[in-house]
């Protein structure tokens, strides 16, 4: 079966660094795409892989190795409004998105 | 703001009751999608709609029932729930692009008594 890991819940520090890490097993690969999804508010595109390597935009920066079929989030700088849901998605052969069930992110000050 | 607006936010209902929720987006996109989110699991694809035609429906059961009755429109249509149905239902749009990334609504928090 397809199958997306990463951790339910996480705890960081203001100002600090933290790597949310996402791996999965799916019937081929099409890219992976990582989601913020605050409280009570909709999922929001944060980036996207489908290259080996590192992306990076401002605070929030994601890498892929396709061949460990392993991700990670890095979001650097924490401030207390990046406390939320970081959802990773994988889209697998057929171009279906799989989703993993989110790592909750907590900020402390 | 996303661009994809859902109604209503919150809604109760009893296992007897017929109700909907309404998804609407202002952003131009042909695919339009129903998910499930349930506490600590992933999203679960209920239906895709491309140009207005259903794609996909993931064996969902029928007391779910989607319209689509144009492509900036989209409706789930609910009768009989079951109180496991309770949820937040989510529409997204999209799919298309460079990284056919999906817009989201905020979703529809469902509680089935």
């Known amino acids: 079966g397809q199958n997306i890991d990463q951790p339910t819940e996480m705890t960081a520090t203001e100002g600090a660094i933290v790597q949310i890490n996402c791996t999965y097993q799916t019937s081929g690969f099409n890219g992976l795409f990582w989601y913020q999804q605050h409280a009570g508010e909709a999922p929001t595109f944060l980036s996207y892989n489908v290259l080996d390597g590192l992306e990076e935009k401002g605070r929030f920066s994601s890498f892929l190795s396709r061949s460990k079929g392993y991700s990670y989030l890095l979001l650097k700088e924490l401030q207390m409004k990046d406390s939320a849901s970081y959802l990773c998605?994988?889209?697998?052969?057929?171009?279906?998105?799989?989703w993993g069930a989110g790592t909750k992110l907590i900020i402390k000050p | 703001e996303t661009g994809v607006t859902q109604t209503p936010r919150h809604l109760v209902m009893g296992m007897t009751n017929k109700k909907s929720l309404k998804c609407e987006q202002h952003?131009?996109?042909?695919?339009m999608y129903w998910y499930k989110q349930s506490a600590k699991k992933p999203l679960e694809l209920m239906f895709v709609y491309n140009f207005k035609e259903q794609t996909e429906n993931n064996s969902v059961p029928s007391r779910f029932s989607p319209e689509c009755p144009n492509s900036s429109h989209l409706f789930l249509h609910l009768h009989t729930l079951q109180p496991e149905d309770s949820a937040l239902y989510l529409c997204?749009?999209?799919?298309?692009?460079?990284?056919?990334?999906?817009?989201f609504g905020e979703g529809s928090r469902l509680t089935v008594l």
């Open positions: 997204a749009s999209g799919g298309g692009g460079d990284t056919g990334e999906l817009f």
């Open positions: 998605a994988v889209t697998d052969s057929n171009y279906q998105l799989i």
């Open positions: 952003l131009g996109h042909n695919a």
